[in-house]
Every structure is written in C-alpha cells, then in structure tokens.
C-alpha cells in the first residue's frame, strides 16, 4: 500500500481501546497507522461487541482506519485446546498471541499492508519476549514484517490508564477469554475471604 506520506505504514493488532489508545498516542509521529481488531479469545458476543465498538470509538477519535476481524471463539477454542490447562502467561497465551497475530499478518496481505505490531505490548502482564517471538513467527513466510514495540516502557502503561480516563474508556478486568475471568474471579475470592492468621 503507497503512503500518504514519508512516513512508512503500519497495522496495528487492537486487543482493546485502552492499550490502542496509547499505541496510537506513541506511534502515529512514525507510522501511518490502521487499526485491525482480531480478537477470538474474547468469551462472550456481548463482551466482544463492547470491546468493538469502544476499540472503533478510539479510531474514529484520532482519524485513523478502523477493520476488525470475524468473531470465531471456536477458533480460539480449538487453539488453544490442549494447552487450556496451562497458567496465564504460557503457553495457552502464546496460542493464543500466535492465533491473532497470525490473522493480522493476513489482513496485511489481503489489504496491501508490508508490516505489522501489536498493541498488547503495554500491558505489564504481557511478555514482551512472547509478544515479539509470536510476532516474527505470525510473519515468518509471508513476506511480512513484524515490528517489535514494548510500549509499556516510558510509564506507558500508566499513561494509557491516564488516557482512558481523559477519553472516559472501558476498562477491562481481565484479558477477555473465559479462563483469565476465571482466575481472576478466583483471585478475587481469596481477597474477599482471606486465610485465617496463624494461631
């Protein structure tokens, strides 16, 4: 896809309006941006739709281009499958990381698009390291490239708690697939009845 400008062009991977909000924020000086929303994992429709629209909501707020993926949680189910047991942070996300970015690299393909990254970087409990092993295998082949962003350094996440508030943003409690609710519910619990102190 030609540039508007001198500037090179880049998709952005949207997990949620908070975290594409700043990437929009630290990335759009360098990169002429789109935004693609591809979120399989997310565990319900009602769910999805609010993350969809809140996401587009960013998008339109800064004049960028907006698509978002099909919603097919059956895919996601069937990734990340034999690893449905597995903590937050291994290998279910890697799946699950890989699913998504993989989609991305091809949407770049079918809209003309030479490369790509990924928003999910500013969470603290994403795995940067994961993030950009997931996103060079997602482009290995395909004549696409993916660019290694760790937005959450420079207070980046901080500043995206910051700006959700200022755009009056949703802000998720948890990753949005039904087994990070899960353990968060969970967490939650032991906070509410905490163990008994030691006699």
Avoid at 82 to 101: K, M, N, Q, S, V
Avoid at 125 to 153: P, Q, V, W
Wanted: with cysteine.
């Amino acid at each position: 896809m030609a540039s508007i400008n001198d500037k090179p062009d880049l998709v952005l991977h949207i997990c949620c309006a908070p975290d594409e909000a700043w990437g929009i924020q630290a990335l759009k000086e360098d990169y002429n941006l789109h935004c693609f929303f591809c979120n399989p994992n997310i565990d319900t429709e009602v769910e999805y739709k609010l993350r969809l629209v809140e996401a587009e909501n960013v998008a339109r707020h800064y004049n960028v281009p907006f698509s978002s993926d099909k919603y097919d949680p059956q895919s996601w189910e069937q990734c990340i499958g034999p690893y449905a047991h597995t903590p937050e942070g291994g290998d279910r996300c890697r799946e699950c990381f890989l699913l998504r970015l993989r989609r991305t690299a091809v949407h770049c393909k079918e809209t003309g698009y030479d490369s790509f990254s990924t928003v999910m970087s500013v969470s603290p409990h994403k795995s940067i390291s994961m993030l950009n092993e997931t996103g060079a295998e997602a482009a290995s082949g395909s004549g696409i490239k993916y660019r290694c962003f760790d937005l959450k350094k420079k207070d980046g996440f901080r500043k995206s708690i910051l700006l959700s508030k200022e755009l009056g943003l949703y802000r998720q409690n948890y990753c949005g697939c039904r087994l990070s609710k899960k353990e968060r519910e969970i967490r939650e619990g032991k906070k509410k009845f905490p163990s008994p102190l030691p006699c």
